[in-house]
């Protein structure tokens, strides 16, 4: 068979299992001008009538090379006008980017090129943008992650599908070696333009492809070839361990806006991948650049979390906080404690705000003749409590929390720290601040709203009136 032939039936086997595309959508062609994008192109166009795909060429000239990218974007419109394609330029002053944000080359131009490429895609509507890295790009990628340092997921290489905003991006050629591609190119006829920033080893990959693959080649051949075989095989075991991992979260962490939760004695019964793999999860779910926490920080936490302290706070990065009570673990925001607060509430006043936290407090008065007999207090209410009236001793006082705060609860001999209450109500430690006091004309603590209720000034058979006091917090 016709290597030519061989090749297109290989891409279009890939995009058949792997459902990188389907019948009848527009898709956008990220194309430089180089070999491999202009192999992609020409092997797309010969499948698109078959698949009835409406193709859009894209190109961006980055501004480093003045002459050679003005001579690519000219010769990308050409091969628009040959196949008759809509095609879309953009010019990036991509030096001067550099020089405002202080992103190093590729980091720079990789932000603008996407950022261009999935407007594009807005623009025509289409779901799908295809681009054209190789399998020699993704043994590089390994490489280079090799050298850096990287985990098991960074080992998954280059993603065949990945989505960027609502758009998703996919590799049809990243099964396909780049000699391939210049063969194909040859065979067909191909013009294309060779980047001579390629040949710069001051860039990382260019150090890779041009001076260590080729030493490491004298080991091993088929290094390339392994190289994309590991990939493979740990895309399959990520993909795996992630089930897993997000099954773990929804088994054992309780998860709220700004922070999560969980039991230090279930979190200890898992793997240590596992473990992990959580802790990474749970990152991502309170973090925007979650992935800028490394492996010793992720060890730290997790030595914190199994360690012999059983209280203890450890800060992550930015405001974030991991904070162990005994079994309970919480990754939450370090909330600023409010300013010290304390209000008299008098018995003929409705209610009050503190100023500090904005929590409102209310109170409604109720006689029990007015109510069936069948009535009974609301259990479910976490941010109201009834009183007897004529048993809770006013003027209240509104506080905050005081270190050695105690309070007598329902059923219990003496009194509870106020600290270990909050600790049994999983309440975490950013939100405890919020939390006001309300005492009782005696010193006693009555109620913390949204938490208990304590044992005084129940409702009972004898009681007469009775007040509820709510909060809005």
């Given amino acids: 068979m016709d ?3 061989n090749l297109a039936a290989r891409v279009e086997l890939l995009i058949k299992s792997e459902r990188l595309l ?10 430089s001008g180089g070999p491999d994008s202009v192999a992609l192109l020409h092997l797309l166009f010969t499948m698109s009538e078959r698949w009835r795909w409406r193709l859009v060429l894209a190109h961006v000239n980055h501004g480093f090379r003045i002459e050679e990218s003005a001579q690519e974007a000219m010769y990308v419109a050409s ?7 809509p095609c879309e330029t953009a010019h990036f002053d991509v030096p001067q980017f550099i020089r405002k944000t202080g992103k190093n080359p590729q980091v720079a131009s990789r932000e603008l090129r996407y950022q261009f490429l999935v407007e594009v895609a807005h623009r025509y509507e289409a779901a799908h943008i295809v681009l054209a890295h190789h ?9 280079m992650r090799l050298l850096r340092g990287t985990g098991p997921a960074g080992l998954t290489g280059i993603p065949i599908r990945r989505l960027e905003k609502d758009v998703e991006l996919v590799r049809p050629l990243l099964r396909i070696y780049k000699s391939e591609l210049l063969d194909y190119c040859h065979q067909q006829q191909l013009a294309f333009y060779v980047d001579s920033s390629n040949m710069d080893t001051k860039y990382f ?27 493979v095989m740990m895309t399959a075991e990520h993909d795996f361990m992630d089930l897993q991992t997000k099954s773990a979260f929804a088994e054992g962490v309780n998860q709220e806006s700004d922070f999560c939760e969980w039991s230090r004695k279930w979190f200890e019964g898992l793997h240590v991948a596992l473990q992990r793999r959580l802790i990474k999860l749970i990152l991502n779910c309170l973090l925007s650049d979650a992935d800028s926490i490394d492996f010793l920080k992720l060890e730290q936490m997790r030595d914190a979390i199994l360690g012999d302290l059983s209280n203890l706070s450890l800060h992550i990065g ?24 304390s209000y008299t509430w008098e018995r003929d006043m409705d209610g009050l705000t503190i100023g500090e936290t904005g929590v409102r407090l209310a109170c409604s008065w109720l006689e029990r003749d007015l109510l069936d007999e069948e009535w009974a207090v609301p259990s479910h209410e976490r941010n109201a409590a009834w009183f007897d009236a ?20 329902l059923g219990m001999k003496g009194s509870k720290k106020v600290k270990d209450i909050f600790i049994d109500s999983k309440l975490p430690p950013s939100l405890r601040l919020q939390v006001p006091v309300v005492v009782d004309a005696q010193e006693r603590i009555v109620w913390l709203p949204g938490v208990r209720r304590s044992s005084h000034a129940l409702i009972t058979g004898h009681t007469r009136s009775m007040i509820c006091i709510s909060a809005i917090i």
């Fill in 3 to 5: 290597q030519g032939v």
């Fill in 22 to 31: 389907v019948e009848g959508e527009c898709i956008i062609v990220a194309v």
């Fill in 79 to 85: 091969l628009a006008a040959k196949y008759g394609l």
């Fill in 135 to 143: 399998a020699d790009d993704q043994a590089e990628t390994l490489l």
């Fill in 205 to 231: 990959r260019n150090e890779i492809r041009l001076g260590l693959l080729p030493q490491l080649r004298n080991y091993n051949d088929q290094l390339p070839q392994a190289l994309n075989r590991l990939s």
């Fill in 318 to 341: 930015g405001s974030l906080v991991l904070t162990r009570e005994y079994d309970r673990i919480y990754v939450h925001n370090d909330g600023v404690p409010p300013a010290s607060y």
């Fill in 390 to 409: 004529e048993q809770l001793q006013f003027p209240l006082q509104v506080r905050n929390r005081k270190d050695g705060d105690r309070m007598s609860l």
